[in-house]
């Protein structure tokens, strides 16, 4: 079988990473039990415990093509979780963070949210501006973030073994907390990314509606969870149609430091995040 259009596929929490196992089974039982060396495949989650695998239980793959568990390897999964309350409390009582202080509501989660929801390991409590700030603590150091040392890996590697337009797919829900706080940031990051490393690529997104988990959500869950779903449509509007691309949007990442890519992690969001994006 010929090989498939270069590709680097991303999954947003926890609904983007068991797509994503998904996906990776469905390219082994098509590609004699093997990812093909242009796909890329990695997935962005605030859990510490990534997706264990789906198929046939007990068995091997090497014993043929749909034989045996599929699951995620290290190098495809990115945890950033993390205990984030002392960065709240910093926000709320300092000027650590101007770029954090502007969008989160540092004060109010402090005294409306018990402790345990800043743990972010398993999750991020359906909030979606503690999904975001997971990817903010993440970033604060860019030479050590495994979310920056990721994407730039597998864009450039993806380009080397292609000489077309890299295909990226951003897929994850728009009705809990991780994927819906990071569907904003990840295809903008990546898109710095690629104009820094001058590869061409062509974004998509994938976005599951509240809907979609209707028979896991009772009507106290999925009524919040269309809430959040309508905020996030609201915004990726404004990125696809109505953005001020003369000026810009800032995302910033981390306040003025020296010896940081500021092209990446302090820039000015001037085009359209995404290429396509499909709702589900």
């Known amino acids: 079988m010929a ?29 004699n039990n093997r990812v093909p060396k242009n796909i890329g495949l990695a997935v962005f989650d605030t859990a ?5 695998g789906v198929g046939a239980g007990g068995m091997t793959r090497d014993q043929g093509t749909g034989v045996g568990t599929v699951g995620l390897e290290p190098y495809e999964y990115v945890h950033v979780g993390g205990d984030a309350y002392e960065m709240v409390r ?13 969008w989160l509501l540092a004060e109010r989660y402090l005294k409306e949210l018990p402790r345990t929801i800043f743990h972010l390991d398993k999750g991020a409590g359906m909030f979606r501006q ?12 860019p030479s050590n973030s495994p979310v ?3 994407l730039d890996t597998k864009l450039t590697g993806l380009a080397r073994e ?21 569907f904003l940031d990840v295809p903008h990051i990546i898109r710095r990314v690629a104009l820094n ?9 994938f976005f599951y509606l509240p809907q979609a988990f209707a028979r896991d959500l009772d009507s106290n869950k999925m009524e919040p969870a269309k809430a959040r779903a309508f905020a996030a449509m609201r915004e990726l509007q404004r990125f696809m149609l109505s953005e001020d691309y003369k000026y810009g949007y800032p995302m910033h990442y981390h306040g003025k ?15 359209k995040l995404y290429d396509f994006v499909y709702i589900l």
């Not at 910093?90 to 202080?101: G, L, N, S």
């Open 48 to 52: 510490d415990e990534p997706i264990v």
């Open 148 to 150: 920056a040392s990721v």
């Open 197 to 205: 490393n001058h590869v061409n690529i062509n974004l998509r997104g």
């Open 130 to 141: 503690l999904g975001r700030l997971a990817l903010f603590r993440s970033l604060a150091q």
């Open 90 to 102: 910093r926000v709320a009582e300092t000027d650590d963070y101007p770029h954090i202080k502007s």
């Open 257 to 271: 430091q020296s010896g940081v890519n500021a092209a990446i992690y302090r820039a000015e969001n001037r085009e």
């Open 3 to 31: 090989e498939p259009l270069s590709a680097l596929i991303i999954g947003l929490g926890g609904s983007g990473a068991w797509t994503l196992v998904h996906v990776k089974r469905q390219l082994m039982d098509m590609y």
């Open 162 to 182: 292609s000489n077309n337009t890299i295909l990226v797919m951003i897929v994850g829900s728009m009705a809990g907390g991780t994927g819906a706080g990071l």
